[in-house]
């Protein structure tokens, strides 16, 4: 491991708003951490947590939590954090099947997963995160009506989600095939990851999906 991850993970440990073994926040966040009662939303696979930094910069009166398992990359959008004082922000270094183990039922408005791995081979569909096992993971933890975003460059993951949400019996709200192209493109869909910045300048199409699922 390279000198420079070392610094980072070790930098992570102090860092006030990165938690990386369990802690007693599980239906508490807003009231023992964010000492707010917004509402909280998380982006999954965050990598450097641009959406989560660029979101809490644009929705004071939003709590965001990055999650990611892969510190170096998660040490850079906390430590943006810290820098621009952004007391609405935390990451936690976890793997995305513990969030359970982390929010209580209910405590989550939002969810955003932005270009995550597809994993397009067919043995490999479990470990989408837009598959079944996943999305029951994350109705445990959403609001009624709670609203999952998706952001990905992969039209079969695209394809594969609006699947998996009709087999839910989910809520398509919306599903835009070329983002860029569209007269959707907003403020908040414009943020632009490290992935999706490289994505572009290559020619990738961008699209999006939001939905949620009926209480």
């Given at each position: 491991m390279s000198k420079k991850k070392l610094k980072r993970f070790a930098e992570l440990t102090a860092f006030p708003n990165v938690f990386q073994s369990l802690v007693d926040l599980r239906g508490k966040w807003c009231s023992d951490y964010f000492h707010n009662d917004n509402p909280i939303v998380l982006e999954l696979a965050c990598g450097r947590g641009e959406y989560t930094v660029a979101l809490a910069q644009r929705f004071g009166e939003k709590n965001f939590?990055?999650?990611?398992?892969?510190?170096?990359?998660?040490?850079?959008?906390?430590?943006?954090?810290?820098?621009?004082?952004?007391?609405?922000?935390?990451f936690l270094r976890i793997p995305i099947e513990s969030i359970a183990n982390w929010f209580a039922p209910d405590e989550i408005a939002e969810i955003w997963i932005t270009f995550p791995d597809p994993f397009l081979r067919e043995g490999k569909a479990r470990k989408r995160l837009t598959s079944p096992r996943f999305l029951s993971l994350y109705r445990q933890v959403l609001k009624p009506g709670g609203v999952i975003h998706l952001k990905t460059d992969e039209p079969n993951l695209f394809a594969y989600t609006q699947e998996m949400v009709a087999a839910e019996e989910g809520v398509l709200h919306e599903a835009i095939d070329d983002l860029y192209h569209s007269d959707k493109i907003d403020d908040v869909l414009s943020i632009q990851t490290n992935y999706e910045r490289k994505h572009l300048e290559v020619g990738r199409t961008i699209r999006y999906l939001r939905f949620s699922f009926l209480p």
């Open positions: 939590i990055g999650i990611d398992i892969k510190g170096a990359r998660l040490w850079r959008g906390a430590k943006e954090a810290l820098e621009f004082k952004l007391a609405n922000v935390a």
